[in-house]
Structures are given as C-alpha cells and as structure tokens.
C-alpha cells in the first residue's frame, strides 16, 4: 500500500478481554514503531523493531503487552486482559531505517476502548 | 533522560495573530528536534525539523541550546493553522521519538 495501514480503525472490547492491533507498514521500511496517543498523555513510545534486530521494548508499561513481527514486515500488538486505562488510540509508524524519524510515516491509527 | 515539555495544553489566538508554541527539553548531547502536526481527522505528520532550518506552511523554529528549547512559531496565524502540534526528539539509544504532550492550537476569526 502506499502508506501505514491499521486494523481495525476501532475496537470495543469489554475488560479483561485479549485485543490484537495489526500494523502494515511501508513497504521496504526496516523500522517500525508502536505508540499510545491518550488524552493529556501525549504520544507514548511502546516498541520498536528494526529489521531482524531484537526490539526495544523499553515502553512498554506493563507485561499484559507484546508485540512481534513476522518476517521484518506486518506487526500484531497484543494486550492481555485489558483494562479501562488501556483505552487509547494506538498508532503505528515506520521508517527506512534505524534513526531516520524524518522519513517515518504514522498510520491512521486504532482506537481502543476497553468498557 | 530525555524530556520534552510542552507547558500549554491549549493556546487560542485570532487570525493574523503570532503564535508561539513553546517546546523545552532534556537531553545529553545533540538532540534531533522535530515538530509534528495532527490536524482534525488526518494522520500524525512532520512539519518541520531543526536540521533543516526550513519554514513550512509559513511555521519555523530555532534550536536554542543554551535555553534547550525549540519554539515553533508563525507571525500571522491562519484558521487553518488550528491542530494539535507535538514537539519531539531523538531518544538516545536512536530507537523512537519522545513525544511531548501536545499543545492544541485554535484560531479563530
């Protein structure tokens, strides 16, 4: 496609529910990166894949969510038994490479909401 | 660590206006800083960055080390103009952008 895909544009889902949140990026970017947008909270770093390289999953806030993704292309990001202050709108960027943030484009993004 | 703070949740201003969006930030070393737009309904984008010392849509900000700030500004704003504008830099290790927490600008005629 030409740009950052994501699926679904929204999700119900009641609490303590599993949720997946699917990510296609640009086709050829190495980089791909997940964030959390919530109201007051600005945009979160979650995790960052670069190519075949282990991630950086330093933002992630709790072990209720994982990601991968499978073979350098599409990401899944997963939250385990969801909560109330997991509703947010959760984008996806990515990149041609490790560092170049001026070439990132962000996906449309998914709006979680955890009733 | 790397902070980047943006003091105005909102800033309300009349076309024609200036309009000054205020940016500081923590960080060891050189940063890499940028400004993002998200205007209503459309997808998070680039507006400009410090490296390149451009103006976009009439937008420009300076890197000042010495304050460690990067304020976006515009001498005459326009309706147009109305967003939510993040500022953000290079995390150390080079992996993500730090984000702050948005201001969102509204002008109004």
């Known amino acids: 496609g030409a740009g950052v895909s994501q699926s679904p544009s929204n999700k119900v889902t009641e609490k303590g529910k599993d949720v997946e949140l699917r990510c296609d990026p640009i086709?050829?970017?190495?980089?791909l990166y997940w964030y959390r947008q919530s109201l007051g909270q600005g945009l979160e770093f979650l995790i960052y894949f670069q190519g075949n390289s282990a991630p950086d999953k330093s933002g992630l806030p709790s072990d209720r969510f994982s990601a991968e993704r499978t073979g350098g292309s599409v990401s899944t990001l997963t939250i385990q038994r969801t909560q109330q202050e997991d509703s947010a709108v959760y984008l996806c960027a990515s990149s041609p490479g490790q560092g170049r943030f001026a070439e990132a484009f962000f996906g449309q993004g998914t709006r979680l909401t955890v009733v | 660590a790397q902070r980047v703070t943006q003091p105005e949740k909102l800033l309300s201003v009349f076309k024609g206006a200036p309009v000054e969006l205020k940016c500081n930030y923590s960080y060891s070393g050189s940063p890499e800083l940028f400004w993002y737009v998200q205007y209503s309904r459309q997808r998070l984008q680039l507006l400009l960055r410090h490296i390149s010392r451009e103006s976009i849509k009439g937008f420009t900000a300076d890197l000042n080390k010495g304050e460690t700030s990067f304020h976006l500004k515009k001498p005459f704003a326009q309706e147009e103009d109305s967003a939510m504008y993040y500022c953000a830099l290079n995390n150390q290790a080079g992996t993500a952008l730090i984000f702050g927490k948005g201001t969102t600008l509204s002008v109004s005629s």
């Open positions: 086709s050829g970017h190495t980089a």
